[in-house]
């Protein structure tokens, strides 16, 4: 008797404190990306101060270099979110950075020819969910693990962008007879709301869209439960594979757009211009805390996620030489994982 | 990650190959198989001289694989093999640069031959033990610890040829390495060094507990821990061998072409995992050879090099890589699933 007494004495504070703690850290899990976020913001702005005054020419909160870190930002954001997603539901897609590149050249080379914006951005919005779709039918019909099944599009994507240029040059651009369009640069880089280009407010919609889409309709909790548990989702009565198949058709749409946006910027459709984006998805995602085996992750957080990496990306070209990038994002992407892993273990309570 | 546990082998008595020399002799075949009809189409292929050059073209992605296919034959993936190539090269060829040049690039740490290359092949294991100490240690998925350390290895390398490539005020002797060729024959040390590793591969995978341990391992962690296999320290192991292969891989390509680039092994690692998975390696750990694998790069050999006898554009080698791999996993599934239905 004295001793169960003494039990729950002894107990009693520590379930207390371990409630603390425990809302300590949901609250750091729910909201610590944001603080990152402006830590280096405000590290940025703080460099250089001998020499530049704040919100001037020269230092990082200079309207026109936010401006400039946001308009780059947009094929990153517009991936982020329909990345997560699929990533939540357990499967992954390394082919968008080629779906960027083949969309780029497939926009440019319908602009080239004289369609006009809204149809050509239709019709390159539409290839890029039927390249998402074959993605989902590799992985969902031929059963083919989706790291290998990705892969294979990656190099087959390429391809293809690479065989629709014309000969002779390495990307679609004005030549002879052929003009770029006036208007093809305006998507990527006119600005039309407080300075920042189309593209940006198509990602900030696509995002808001995606918020929605997992909070509030049945494909976003069909997806976490795919993550969580596919066996238990299958015997539920969730139909996995076509969850799986129709995410996989979105993140194309989004790496579609997202081509579009960076062959605006760049005035040319090069197919190569989205090599290595699935890398900075991957890193975008995880540092928004998405955990890599599913089931867990929020668009919005990756979203975040994307402003970290490319702001730390193109702030730090003031501080270093560009050529410490690499090493630079390898090690934010380290951190990120192992900062994932402990913030999770301390949760699970192990 | 969902992946299909597609490999369940049911003993019987009527078999005589086991599901893995089956699938590795499928392997051999369609290699053999697509060399003839390559032969068929292209001038000048069918030629002893070109079978060899399928070969020893490939050796630094044959020998990378090896690293690869043990890893992932015990579960595991190995993506840092590209980056690690260039660290090491890098490395060898800054710390053998003589001191002093005003050139930032031309000055390197002028350290004696030997302990430059010492030095390169301890910064491979370096990357080799951060994996590790990543995957074993924090449990993180190893496709995103060796993305990570990848992007390190390699960073780290531009970060020492400022971006750009070390070439000058080498010393005499540093050439040599990869440019050796064997006893007089025209056969160069680094492709020896590849036979030599396949030959001590097969070696451990076939005959040494350790090689077998890696299977069961991969099969099922739980049980092998159970059964009292230290799995931290066998993968441990793994990566460490990984990167060691990386490692002289580096060197001996900076020794052959007397630079270290940052960009050398770009994209390295997807080669290396490529020829493992067409050479039969299952994703999930536990099933394939390293002589599947080697069957595995003979097969994109015998691809690419078609392609650009029938002067293809280069372009076309992405698409033809791209079938040549989801028939090979089609077709490995299938043969699977029909055997042992």
Known sequence: MKTVKNMSKSTTPEIASSAVSGQIISF????????????IVVLLSLTNLDRYELFERGNFLYEKNIINILRASAPILMLAGAFTLLMVSGYIDLSVGSTMGLSAVIYALLAINGMPFLPAFAITALCGALLGAFNGLLVVKFKITPVIATLITLSLFKGIALLLVMDGVSAVKSMGNLKMPSWFNDFGR?????????????????TAFLVVLQNRSLLGKYAAATGGNPTAAKLSGINTSKVVFVLYAIVGVCAALAGMARASFMSLGDPLSGDGMELTAILVVLIGGTAFSGGEGKVLRSFIGALIIMTITMGMLTLVPAYYQTLVIGAVLLAAAASNHLISRKEHGS | ??????????????????????????????????????????????????????????????SLGVGVSFLLVSGNFDLSVGGIVALSGVLSVWLAQSIGSPNALASGLGLPYWLALLGAFVGALAIGGLNALFVVKFRIPSIIVTLGTMMVARGIAQVITQGSQRNTNLPEEFGVLGNLKVFGTSMQFPVLFMALLLLLAILIERKMVFGRLTYWIGANPVASKLSGIDNAKHITCLYLFSAGIAGVVGILLSSEYQSGFSNRGLLMEFDALVIALLGGIAIAGGFGSVIGMFFGAIILAVVTSAATGLTLSPDWQYILKALAVFLAIVAQTWALARRNK
Do not use: C
Request: proline share 4%; no cysteine.
């Open chain 1, 190 to 206: 006119e600005g039309v709301l407080l300075g920042l280009p189309m593209a940006f407010w198509v990602a900030v919609v696509v």
């Open chain 2, 1 to 62: 990650m969902n992946v299909p546990v597609h490999i369940k082998s049911i003993p019987s008595n009527k078999k005589h190959l086991s599901d893995q020399m089956y699938i590795t002799s499928l392997v051999a075949l369609v290699a053999i198989g697509l060399f003839l009809i390559a032969s068929l189409f292209v001038p000048n292929f069918f030629q002893f001289q070109n079978m060899l050059n399928l070969v020893t073209n490939n050796w630094a992605v044959i």
């Open chain 1, 28 to 39: 750091l899990r729910n909201y610590y990306i944001y603080f990152v976020l402006l830590a």
